[in-house]
């Protein structure tokens, strides 16, 4: 079964109270509608990272949170994970501000994980980062998982 990494975007959208701001209430949408109707296919994961993530904030928002991810598999945090992310962090793809980010995508792929999902297109689904992340990752024996929203898993189906 192919495997995917909600990244904490991916949680926050499915428990947030719909937005007034047309392009996020249509992320919105989009979630759920994946969500509801094919995660099914998947082998979900979820890392300590995103747990901590989604637990802060607004507690009955987080209580929420916390809940769609309830029987996900929890990878362990390990400290060829913790080297990974190091690699890509300035000088490197990603800025120092975004090193949690290195992290999620250092976790997946320390992990084998084929996908990342993800809303954060500034420093994860990010098309012109993604050759330089996949190189680095790479240069280290893992394989970078497909760093991808949502919107373009729902025709992926199996």
């Not at 996020?24 to 979900?44: C, E, F, G, M, N």
């Amino acid at each position: 079964m192919i495997s995917v990494y909600l990244e904490t975007s991916v949680i926050s959208y499915l428990a947030a109270k719909p937005s007034g701001n047309l392009i996020v209430a249509a992320h919105q949408k989009i979630t759920s509608d994946w969500w509801h109707h094919h995660r099914r296919h998947y082998d979900l994961a979820v890392s300590p990272i995103v747990e901590k993530e989604i637990s802060l904030g607004d507690e009955r928002t987080a209580q929420k949170r916390l809940g769609f991810i309830k029987g996900i598999r929890l990878l362990a945090v390990t400290p060829e994970a913790y080297r990974l992310a190091e690699i890509l962090v300035d000088p490197g793809p990603l800025p120092e501000a975004a090193s949690v980010d290195a992290f999620h995508i250092a976790l997946a792929a320390v992990h084998g994980i084929d996908y990342l999902l993800s809303w954060n297109c500034k420093h994860i689904a990010n098309v012109f980062i993604q050759k330089e992340l996949n190189r680095r990752i790479l240069s280290q024996g893992y394989d970078c998982p497909i760093l991808c929203t949502p919107e373009s898993m729902l025709e992926f189906d199996q």
